[in-house]
């Protein structure tokens, strides 16, 4: 899978082939042919393996204040600054996400990293909503609005050249997360 990476980062979706991935494997092409008929069926299984890494690496971040684990989680999707090896992976995700729009392979693995990753963001609020420290709000909608909008982010940092605009929703989600907080008006 890490062939696939870098492969990816280096051609592009458009310009990438099993050739192009096989140059960075350690063993041989005919390896990659008879694990997967196409290209696309190992960008598939490499989409997979991509959001499993992601989202565990997230999951692994929760600590014990599941607020201070959101604001976590926000910095982590949309950090200030993204070096090199984030800005590729996020580079990556984001071609292969394009894909989903003609690709029901890619579409399915991209709605259930969707799902998972707003299961954990609700989690995350359900923690905060039984330790009494959010205010009483619609768990499940407040969850799918934060993992759109982080992923809008990344969309957009990985697409434009507008960094302002990833530390705009950075900010802004920060500032609605405290705005979530029990007595957050008398702060």
Known sequence: MDATFRALCTHGYADLS???IAEEFDKSKSLLYYHYDSKEDLLAEFLG???DYFL????AQTGDDPMES?????????PAELDGEEADAQRAITELRMQAVT???FRERMTASDERFAAHVRGLLE???EAGVVEDVDLERTAKHLQATLAGGMFGRATTDRSDASAAIRESLHAYLDDLRVD????
């Open 18 to 20: 099993i050739a192009n």
């Open 49 to 51: 393996y991509a959001i």
């Open 56 to 59: 565990a690496d997230l999951e």
């Open 70 to 78: 959101l604001h976590g989680l926000v910095d982590k999707v949309l």
């Open 103 to 105: 690709d029901e392979t």
């Open 127 to 129: 923690e905060a909503a």
């Open 184 to 187: 957050a008006d008398d702060e």
